[in-house]
Every structure is written in C-alpha cells, then in structure tokens.
C-alpha cells in the first residue's frame, strides 16, 4: 500500500469472523494528485483482500465532501467518493471533530467508513462521536 501514513490489522470476534481494522492519515499537505491517487489506491488495496468485515477510520482531511448529501466539488472528490461506493464503505462520523482557524470553523475530519457486510454487526452495538473542544 503506497500511502505513507497507515497501520492496519486484523482482529477476530467472538464469533470467530475477521475484521479488517485501518487507521489512516492524510495530510492536507499532501493533498497533491499523486497523494490522492496512493490514498485511493491503498483504499481499492485494502478492500480486494477478501475480508467480509472492513472498519477503515481516522484524519481523511477532506473538507470538500459534504457527507450528508456525499456531495462534492472536486473530480478527485468525486473518484474517492465513487470508490467508497463501489466497495460498499460508508462514512459514519457526522459531527464536526475538529475547529480550525480563528473563528473556530467546525470541520469533520475524522471520519470511520465500514462496509456494508460490517455495518449490519455495527448497529448492534453504540458507536461514540466525539466533538473536540477548545
């Protein structure tokens, strides 16, 4: 997986089922085309290893996707957002996580993708969202 910043593993329920586990980095630095095409291409890498249950989180820095709506402005928006969908993974933070600059802009940062396989187990249990505070 060519993206710099990530660390992966696998963990096994009770029930015996392999879960996927990712925490990812993406700089806003590194928002170059090269960086967003290594971004994806570790995400498409990591969903074609034949796991039945993926939980990707963490800094995806990607302010311009509105998750609501998964409305866009950019084209390198767009081929990330058609590459969630196309491997199922959907996006379940959907509180601001972080404030920037002066006037304190909420933005959500932080973001957890699990598939849809996963999704069904994860309504069993609460998933907590945090909000960071001044």
């Not at 404030?99 to 932080?110: A, K, V």
Request: one cysteine or more; proline letters at 3%; aromatic letters at 14%.
């Amino acid at each position: 997986m060519a993206h710099e910043e990530q660390i992966w593993c696998t963990v096994r329920t009770k029930g015996g089922e392999r879960v996927l586990l990712g925490n990812v980095y993406h700089s806003p630095n590194g928002s170059t085309p090269q960086n967003h095409d290594n971004l994806r291409s570790m995400i498409r890498e990591s969903c074609s290893k034949g796991y039945k249950n993926i939980v990707i989180m963490g800094d995806f820095q990607m302010p311009n996707i509105d998750w609501d709506s998964w409305n866009v402005t950019t084209d390198r928006n767009t081929e990330f957002i058609d590459l969630l969908q196309d491997n199922y993974l959907h996006q379940h933070i959907d509180k601001q996580t972080r404030y920037r600059h002066y006037y304190y802009i909420p933005y959500l940062y932080s973001t957890l993708f699990i598939n849809y396989i996963m999704f069904k187990s994860a309504l069993q249990y609460k998933i907590y969202k945090r909000k960071m505070l001044k």
